[in-house]
């Protein structure tokens, strides 16, 4: 197994699966977040949030992401360290002029990073809140006609896009994580092998249309959150 | 009527693996426009040798497309500017008369200089030797169509099988990765009878070998199959992917 990690396809099969889990995760996220587009007082997204709070499933998958993300960039950063090495030092004086490369296939790690530093900012404003210093007020909903009490993490929510520049720094965090996944959804499953002349098409339009909803759907949120739930 | 262009040449030359390389200038007359590349540096070659200066030095043997010796990086492309050629395929109509012509050699740590534009592509056969043939006893020739390949798998083999070896592929590719030299390879044989046999001990051997030598890995930007003078593709990549990891989970 050590000798299967340590192959180029074993790192490049860890980059892809990892991937394609942190993107079925970001569907659950979207589709969560959507709930912030609900005009009720954000009572349908706090009950969501308490659900995802205290369903065990999701106290195991926290970790679990934890790791996905972990080994992804860890692998990134070895991965494109031992490629600019196997590159070599020199550089071609007359440039590369290689017609239809994306841009996205060839920065795939500073989009990367770019993604991280949106990670980053984040965390310190949701995660940490509301787990580690738990500054959510209290709040009364009706689930399912019973009268619970539940943290308001939609007021933190709309609070914290009542400010632009979260607005500006969310946005621009969706963009990067639309290009990443521009190239990265396709590239995943050409990984894994499952690509031939036909599929390869056929991933590149699911690729291409993921992206358009995680870049859109998220800058959407932010941008509505601001402008009409203040 | 024949055509004739002038160009300024700008050529790396490089006296050996350790020295240190620069660009040198030189002014070409009179070339036809029919010419191959190839023949344009047979001509600045003479007009060095006339000059008293030391020659340039690249690879080429067959002249018509074949072989997979030449390898020149010109303007920006591996073999040159046009598609689907290499070098020795590539015309001179191809460039506008006064136009510089940067040209270099393979620019990758895999393949190390010897001189000049001369590179030292031995990795590629150590790959080989790793296990792209067939060891198994096959019989004689079989009866035609006593063995029934579908049309598609007999297709694919072919269009793997054009692969050269020239490493244009490594030369382009920004991770220095020869995964579609050593995919194009993996899958000729383990789409047809004779090479299913050995197909996963191949497999595993030849990325082990392309992996101690040091090539990178692949990250899917498609540029090799663009500069690929054989228009190999890159669902071979897919392939050979697919080979390595079946093989690997069986184990």
Known sequence: MSNFLSSSIGKKFLMSITGLFLVTFLFIHLSLNALLLVDDG???????AHFMATNPLIKIMEPVLAIGFIVHIFYASLLTLQNQKARGKDRYASGNSTPDVTWASKNMYIL??????????HIAQFWVKFKITKELEPTHIDIAGVHTEVENAYALVNATFGYLWVV??????????????SHGVWSGL????????????????????????????????????????? | MEKTINLKLKVWRQDGPKAK????????????????????????????????????AFDHDCREGICGMCSM????????????????QLHMRKFKDGETVTVEPWRSAGFPIIKDLMVNRNAFDQIIAAGGYVSVGTGGVPDANAIPISKEDADEAMD????????????????????????????????????KVERAR????????????????????GACEVECPKGVSITNIARMNREYLMAKFKD
């Open chain 1, 112 to 121: 990367g990073a770019t993604i991280l530093a949106f990670l980053i900012v």
């Open chain 2, 73 to 88: 990086y010109i303007n920006g492309h591996a073999h040159g500017p046009d598609e689907d050629v290499t070098t020795c």
């Open chain 1, 42 to 48: 954000g009572e349908l997204f706090n009950a969501a």
């Open chain 1, 168 to 181: 500006i720094v969310y946005v621009i965090g969706s963009i990067g994580l639309a290009w990443h996944l």
């Open chain 2, 160 to 195: 793997a099988a054009s692969c050269i070896g020239c490493g244009a592929c490594v030369a382009t590719c920004k991770n220095g990765s020869a995964m579609l030299f050593v995919s194009a390879k993996v899958s000729q044989l383990a789409l047809l009878p004779q090479g």
């Open chain 2, 202 to 221: 191949r497999a595993k051997r030849m990325v082990a070998k392309m992996d101690e030598l040091g090539f990178g890995s692949c990250t899917n930007t």
């Open chain 2, 21 to 56: 390389g620069h660009f040198e200038t030189y002014e070409v007359k009179n070339i036809s426009t029919d010419s191959s590349f190839l023949e344009m540096m047979d001509v600045l070659n003479e007009q060095l040798i006339q000059e008293g200066k030391e020659p340039v």
């Open chain 1, 190 to 230: 050409q990984t894994l092998g499952w690509s031939n002349t036909v599929w390869r098409k056929r991933w590149e339009v699911v690729g291409t249309v993921v992206a358009w909803i995680m870049g859109l759907g998220f800058s959407a949120i932010a941008v509505i959150q601001h402008f009409f739930f203040q």
